[in-house]
């Protein structure tokens, strides 16, 4: 069964997030993930709101659809408020 998630994948809104969050602590985010490298650029970072716990998180997925989840965002002063689209997953 599907489930309904807003995402979001502004590269300048996530940079910002980033940026509020702290450089060393998304580095340590990132290998924590267990994600084999470290992107090289914004491309392939999204946040995701899934309205069942309201929790809102960022993931980074590869090119082959292999997603990883990075660190939780809610509670951050720079979550975007604008270009979220509506996805059906699972």
């Known amino acids: 069964m599907s489930k309904v998630v807003f995402r979001n994948?502004?590269?300048?809104?996530?940079?910002?997030?980033?940026?509020?969050?702290?450089k060393e602590r998304v580095r340590a985010a990132i290998?924590?993930?267990?994600?084999?490298?470290?992107?090289?650029?914004?491309?392939?970072?999204?946040?995701?709101?899934?309205?069942?716990t309201g929790e809102i998180k960022a993931y980074f997925?590869?090119?082959?659809?292999?997603?990883?989840?990075?660190?939780p965002v809610l509670g951050y002063w720079r979550v975007p408020t604008e270009r979220w689209v509506m996805e059906r997953v699972g």
């Open 61 to 71: 997925r590869y090119p082959s659809n292999t997603t990883f989840f990075i660190l």
């Open 31 to 52: 290998k924590d993930s267990g994600m084999p490298n470290t992107p090289s650029s914004m491309e392939g970072f999204f946040l995701e709101y899934e309205m069942d």
């Open 9 to 22: 994948y502004d590269e300048d809104a996530i940079k910002e997030l980033f940026h509020e969050a702290g």
